[in-house]
């Protein structure tokens, strides 16, 4: 909505408060409670809606996370395995160059 038309609309709903008498007054506001009263109901569902959704969320990156820490731990797991057969290898190769020597 335009800057325009929001002032607009707010001055027009200025002037017809102004021009309402004190009853009309009190029966405007009560309607206008009326209406956020019975829109609370529908409020309420939005929430728990929502708050169901962000329990979901925050389930779904901890289940994530947890996959990750799992494939790190692999990965570090094969690199430290891989370190020990090169180490393996090296020495072989150490003990067989050492063998020929002799």
Excluded: P
């Amino acid at each position: 909505m335009s800057e325009v038309k929001k002032s607009y609309e707010q001055k027009n709903a200025q002037d017809d408060m102004q021009e309402l008498s004190k009853e009309e007054l009190v029966k405007r506001k009560e309607e206008i409670s009326q209406f956020y009263k019975e829109n609370i109901r529908h409020l309420k569902v939005q929430l728990e809606y929502e708050e169901y959704l962000t329990k979901i969320e925050k389930t779904r990156a901890e289940r994530i996370q947890a996959q990750m820490f799992i494939v790190q731990a692999y990965a570090t797991q094969e690199n430290q395995d891989e370190s020990e057969k090169n180490t393996v290898r090296s020495a072989e190769v150490e003990f067989n160059a050492v063998k020929t020597e002799a």
